[in-house]
C-alpha cells in the first residue's frame, strides 16, 4: 500500500476528530444514565432489573399489569397466566426472571453473552415443579403443563447442548451422570431434595431484537404522555440497540464520517483500515502467544522451584489459539485433577483457570459425595469437569492490557502463581479437602498405577 495512502487516511482521521468536537461543542451527547452505573450488557443488574420492574404488576410505576399484559401481547404464546393477581420476581432462586399467578409459572432465562451453566435449565424447571408441587402427565419424559420456559438472547443463541428443542418443548438431553454431579452441588440439594428429573415444558426464544424491543416501543406509546416512565423507557431502548448493535451515537461516529465522503475515499479509508487491523490483530495475537509459549511456563516453573511448591509440575499442552485446546497445567506426579489455565474463546479469548478433571471417567459427584464441603462452592464456580473455576481476574480479557503483557509478563505469571496459591488453601481451609487428598482418592477409587 502506498505511502500516499496512508497520509490521506491519517488527514481524514483529523478532519473527523475536529467534526466530533465541533458537534460536543454544539451539545450533541451520548450520555445515557443507565450505562453510567451499569455496563451496556450486564445481565442481571440491568437488564434483568430493568424488565423485571416494568414486568412487575405491583411496582412503583402504577400503571398495574399494563407492561406485563404488552410484553404476553408481544411475546405470544399459547399460554395463560392471570395478570390481575400475578406476581414477578427478578433473581429468584436464580432465576434471572420468573412470573406467576399461584397456579401458572413463567421462567424467563435472560442471555446476553454468558454460557449456560450445567444443568441449568433443568434445574430451574425442578425448582419450580418442587416449590409448588405441579403435576405431570405420564410421558417417558413428563410434560409439567402449567410451567412454560422463555429463552431470551440478543438475536438466535440456541440453548446449551445438554438440552434439547423438539416441538415447541425443552427437555434435559444430557447423561444421566451430569443430572446426579448437577444434583449433587450444594443450593440444587437445598432447593431439590431428591435430586433433579427430567421434564418436558414448553419452550419459546425470545430475543432483544424482535420481542423486547417491540414490546419496549409498544409500553413507550402506552406511557408517551407520562413524562418520567417515557423518558426511562426512551433511555432503556438506547440500551437495548447497543445490545442489538445497533446502536447509533449523537455524536458523529466514523462509520457516518466514512459514509459522508466520495465513494472513491471511502474505499481508500477503508482499505486502509482494514490493513491496519489485520495488523494489529496479528501483532497482539503474536504477543500473547509467544508470552505463553515461551516466558509464562519458564517464569512459573521458577516461582514454583523457589516457593513451597517446588513439588509441583508446570507444563504447557496444545494450541493456545484453539478454544479449551491449550493449556497451562500445574500438577503432582499421577494427578487426574489438575490446575489449569486455558481459554474459553479462539484467538486466546476470556482466560480462565479452573480445578479440572483430565479423564472423563472421573465422576465429580462421588469426589463431592466423599469430601461434602465441596458442595460449598457455588453453582456458578463449578462445571461438569471442573470442581472450580474462574476467570482470570483481570487478565481475562488480555487484549485489554496487551502492552503491559508485552513489557512486563512477569506481572501475569505472579499474578497466576497467587490465585493458584490462594485456590489451593481454599480447598484446604474452606472446603475440607487438599488437592493431594482429592488426587489420592482419585487414584484409589479408579485404581490408576503409579508412574
Request: include cysteine; hydrophobic fraction near 35%; proline fraction near 1%.
Amino acid at each position: 500500500m502506498n505511502k500516499n495512502k496512508y497520509n490521506d487516511f491519517f488527514n481524514n482521521i483529523k478532519e473527523f476528530k475536529k467534526k466530533q468536537y465541533e458537534h460536543k461543542q454544539r451539545g450533541f451527547n451520548d450520555f445515557n444514565p443507565l450505562t453510567i452505573v451499569r455496563k451496556y450488557n450486564d445481565e442481571v443488574y440491568l437488564h434483568s432489573a430493568m424488565i423485571g420492574a416494568f414486568l412487575n404488576p405491583n411496582a412503583k410505576h402504577y400503571q398495574n399489569s399494563l407492561f406485563l399484559d404488552t410484553f404476553l401481547q408481544v411475546v405470544d404464546i399459547d399460554f395463560y397466566i392471570d395478570v390481575s393477581i400475578s406476581k414477578v420476581y427478578i433473581e429468584y432462586q436464580d432465576i434471572d426472571l420468573y412470573i406467576t399467578d399461584g397456579v401458572n409459572h413463567i421462567i424467563i432465562e435472560n442471555k446476553i453473552w454468558a454460557e449456560d451453566q450445567a444443568c441449568q435449565i433443568i434445574k430451574y424447571i425442578n425448582i419450580i415443579k418442587e416449590e409448588n408441587n405441579l403435576n405431570i402427565d405420564d410421558s417417558a419424559i413428563p410434560i409439567i403443563s402449567n410451567l412454560y420456559v422463555l429463552y431470551l438472547t440478543p438475536r438466535d443463541k440456541k440453548v446449551s447442548d445438554e438440552h434439547e428443542v423438539k416441538d415447541g418443548y425443552i427437555f434435559f438431553s444430557g447423561k444421566d451422570e451430569q443430572l446426579l454431579d448437577c444434583s449433587s452441588r450444594d443450593m440444587t440439594k437445598r432447593l431439590v431434595p431428591n435430586g433433579l428429573k427430567n421434564y418436558r415444558v414448553k419452550y419459546k426464544k425470545i430475543s432483544y431484537k424482535n420481542e423486547i424491543k417491540k414490546w419496549l416501543n409498544s409500553s413507550l406509546q402506552e406511557v408517551r404522555n407520562i413524562v418520567n416512565l417515557s423518558e426511562i423507557l426512551k433511555q432503556y431502548i438506547e440500551v437495548v440497540s447497543m445490545v442489538n448493535k445497533e446502536y447509533k451515537g449523537n455524536v458523529m461516529s466514523l462509520e457516518e464520517f466514512i459514509l459522508s465522503k466520495k465513494e472513491d475515499e471511502q474505499d481508500s479509508i477503508i482499505e486502509v483500515l482494514n490493513e491496519l487491523v489485520k495488523k494489529y490483530i496479528n501483532e497482539k495475537n503474536k504477543i500473547k502467544l509467544n508470552v505463553f509459549e515461551f516466558f509464562l511456563v519458564d517464569d512459573l516453573i521458577n516461582k514454583f522451584e523457589n516457593s513451597d511448591f517446588n513439588m509441583y509440575k508446570v507444563v504447557k499442552t496444545g494450541n493456545f489459539m484453539k478454544k479449551y485446546d491449550g493449556k497451562i497445567e500445574i500438577f503432582k506426579d499421577n494427578w487426574k485433577i489438575r490446575f489449569i489455565i486455558r481459554f474459553e474463546k479462539d484467538n486466546m479469548q476470556n482466560c480462565y483457570c479452573s480445578f479440572l478433571k483430565i479423564d472423563d471417567n472421573i465422576e465429580l459427584g462421588e469426589i463431592k459425595n466423599k469430601f461434602t464441603k465441596l458442595g460449598n462452592i457455588s453453582d456458578s464456580e463449578t462445571t461438569i469437569t471442573s470442581l472450580k473455576w474462574l476467570y482470570l481476574g483481570e487478565y481475562k480479557n488480555l487484549d485489554d492490557r496487551i502492552i503491559e503483557i508485552q513489557f512486563k509478563p512477569e506481572k501475569i505469571s505472579l499474578f497466576i502463581f497467587e490465585i493458584f496459591k490462594k485456590m489451593e488453601a481454599d480447598f484446604r481451609e474452606k472446603y475440607g479437602a487438599s488437592f493431594d487428598e482429592i488426587n489420592l482418592y482419585v487414584e484409589n477409587k479408579y485404581n490408576y498405577e503409579q508412574n
